[in-house]
Nanobody, 122 residues
Framework: QLQACGGGSVQAGGSLRLSCVAS????????MGWFRQAPGKEREFVALINWNGGSTRYADSVKGRFTVSRDNVKNTMYLQMDTLNSEDTAVYYC?????????????????WGQGTQVTVSS
């Protein structure tokens, strides 16, 4: 029901824009988030957005470089990633929460996309 795309390989300092498209149902009343998992590491939250886009939260490691947004008419969430560095290399997942408000607790996200690989070379 969620499809993430837009990943790829980029050099350090570059930018990528990820998209997460919902199909078969709408998540316009649900908070959504981007998470990532690097090899050998646990999945971590990257950016969260509430149901109407009025509230967002970012991991400290991406604050000021990444921007999360959503378009509920298009059933799509975005993650604009700027000034990428090698530590941003990971598989990025989008997810929809059972809540309308922000939460970084992964167990509150029953809906997950398949992940898209982001590789940043230095």
């Amino acid at each position: 029901q969620l499809q993430a795309c837009g990943g790829g390989s980029v050099q350090a300092g570059g930018s990528l824009r990820l998209s997460c498209v919902a199909s078969r149902r709408t998540f316009s009343n649900n908070a959504m988030g981007w998470f990532r998992q690097a090899p050998g590491k646990e999945r971590e939250f990257v950016a969260l957005i509430n149901w109407n886009g009025g509230s967002t939260r970012y991991a400290d490691s991406v604050k000021g470089r990444f921007t999360v947004s959503r378009d509920n008419v298009k059933n799509t969430m975005y993650l604009q990633m700027d000034t990428l560095n090698s530590e941003d290399t990971a598989v990025y997942y989008c997810a929809a929460s059972r809540r309308s408000s922000l939460t970084s607790v992964t167990s509150e996200y029953p809906y997950w996309g398949q992940g898209t690989q982001v590789t940043v070379s230095s």
